[in-house]
């Protein structure tokens, strides 16, 4: 197999861009990371979106985006896996330079939400639809049953999970494309408007525009071109039941679990030695299970770690550097690239006021649903 | 790169399956597939659907599909490229073996189209919503221009369009498998209602529902099995502007034409090498343009040798022996793995009363939208 680097990075501001179409997001995000590659051309490309069809009508965005930024006759392609879409795109990226059929590779993301489609339910349409949708269930309320159960068999408190949105608005303020800059406190979080008790609207990520890419490269390529690079050291990705009632306990993520010890296992590093994560806290609960099953933490015990800084900028294993999710913002398709972006500026010490000291190896990990899917990447500088 | 083989097929019925869902089809076909490949496990999972988050409200079905074969924590994704989705699928599990990262890769493609959406609206999603959408076109409209063009342009006849449905449809009442086994005549397709003028309904591909599947394997495993392998000798795709106005020359599907030089390249082989064909027949106008770019006959000539039964299953160069989108039915995701499965029948000598006589070499041609994207393998027994 051979090796891949991340050679250049863009994105676009997070938020609700009325200005920018679902297109003109991606074209922007796309020629911001082909500037920073300084490259002339790209091989192949690999669009991740959640829903664009129920979003904006707009399927065949693999094309689209090619065709919108001058590249056709290149190959491209969508990629999809609910809110993980983005980073299943890097995933595809990564084995077309792996297995020698192209040298750079442009991946990428994007949704656009706010423009006027019923967005809880084309956000639904990644949970099952015969057996929860259906029913009624939301995924607010889904990972409000994740949050419930957790405090039940764990201790968990209503304060830790608060101390997740506090500890991403803090990074989120720092960071000059978060769609929501403004520092919170535990209290804010925990008055908040309920949405699906016990996770407030201060638990849950919002509803955003965005479009985030990265160029790849083989390393034969990275040689010639003389910019900075970080490689991509594992891969892995795993599914889980979509349904939350067909799993023995929904305090666990297996498929967070699987898709983390298949990425470690390829880069040959344990947690211990990962610097810093972006990782998937669509709702407060999500990151505190999501740090357990990287192994960052024993299992259950997530709230207390992350209430006691152990995640936060200055923290043994800093979290969300960009804001996460809760405040960089969370257009579906395009997190899972945003995460990747942040890595790669933060590897490369470019990251300015939310830099995070002596990172080597960094990580990303992003989930579909309530985790029926999820991808973990590791990288290192 | 590592090389592929096809160790197993399977599908559904083609047609209005009111007794089947979405998984249910995917089940089904998946079963077959890994039946007939007499395999235990499979490594990945690929699916391919143009749109059933605007068909049934569901997306994340690559995960969706795992759970319901009972192999989650199996990395699976969905693959999107509006028609040529099921192709596109295949392209993903080919370069995930080829790397070295998989083994065994279930690849497949499904769509439920017969359900209550708005087909219309669901299927126009693959054109360019700001520029074709949005002022009132249709596929059938935009292929219908393409005809009049190709008509305008070399002389192609009314009957000669109708030859390619009549041929198609001959060969569909052969396979047990096609939605419409009916033969039919060039009057029939001549006279029949009116869709958009030069293209009749009997010149257009059906709404249906189906599901496709094939077993991927590295050489290393079919050594191990010794199943009757079909190897992937190449793979080829392109693309080119979405919408038609934006073309030079709208008889030219310049992505179906560098998607198969791709192909051939990677094969080392020439079109007079291909033993038989499955091409994208979404309207008969599309399969005389898509075996001009193939190179199975000069530009402009596709016509004449459509009628002269060169593209018979007698012919020089058999196209379309499953009977094509046009009679064997077209559930847009599905079609393109629906090829594959008849290309490898047709090479392992099992496809019956449709068979193909010394066939060694065998071509998929899978097509998005009014070819904006297009993918090509190339198949040797």
């Avoid at 506090?166 to 989120?172: E, I, L, Q």
């Avoid at 006021?353 to 973990?376: C, D, E, P």
Wanted: charged share 20%.
């Amino acid at each position: 197999m051979r090796e891949v680097a991340v050679i250049g990075c863009g994105m676009t501001q997070f938020g609700e861009l009325w200005s920018l179409s679902l297109r003109d997001m991606f074209v922007k995000a796309a020629l911001e990371a082909i500037d920073d590659a300084k490259i002339d051309h790209i091989d192949s490309l690999y669009v991740g979106a959640m829903t664009p069809g129920l979003f904006v009508g707009q399927e065949h965005i693999g094309a689209l985006m090619a065709d919108y930024l001058g590249m056709s006759p290149v190959p491209a392609l969508r990629v999809e896996s609910a809110c993980c879409s983005g980073g299943m795109a890097l995933r595809m990226g990564f084995f077309d330079i792996a297995s020698g059929n192209s040298d750079i590779v442009l991946v990428g993301g994007v949704e656009k939400m706010t423009d006027g489609a019923d967005v809880t339910y084309a956000l639904a349409s990644a949970a099952d639809q015969d057996y929860e949708v259906y029913h009624g269930v939301t995924f607010p309320g889904l990972y409000a049953m994740i949050a419930r159960a957790h405090m039940h068999t764990y201790g968990t408190t209503r304060e830790q999970l608060a101390a997740v949105s506090v500890k991403n608005h803090h990074n989120g303020s720092l960071n000059p494309k978060a769609q929501f800059r403004a520092k919170i406190t535990i209290d804010k979080v925990i008055n908040a408007t309920m949405v699906a008790d016990p996770l407030t609207i201060l638990d849950s990520s919002p509803v955003s525009d965005g479009a985030a890419c990265a160029v790849l490269a083989s390393m034969d390529v990275v040689k010639k071109l003389s910019v900075p690079a970080v490689k991509v050291i594992g891969t892995g990705a795993a599914t889980d039941t979509l349904a939350l009632d067909k799993r023995k306990d929904i305090t666990v993520l297996n498929a967070v679990k699987q898709s983390a010890e298949a990425a470690y296992k390829m880069a040959g590093v344990k947690p211990a030695d990962i610097g810093l994560a972006e990782v998937h806290d669509c709702f407060t609960i999500a990151e505190i299970c999501v740090i357990e099953e990287l192994g960052f933490v024993e299992k259950g015990k997530g709230g207390p770690f992350t209430e006691q800084g152990n995640t936060a900028l200055e923290g043994k294993i800093p979290d969300n550097p960009s804001g996460g999710l809760k405040s960089k913002g969370h257009p579906v398709g395009a997190t899972g690239i945003a995460q990747v972006v942040e890595v790669v500026e933060q590897l490369r010490g470019r990251a300015d006021k939310r830099q995070v000291k002596n990172a080597k190896i960094g990580l990303t990990q992003n989930m579909g649903g309530s985790g029926a899917s999820s991808v973990v990447h590791i990288f290192k500088i």
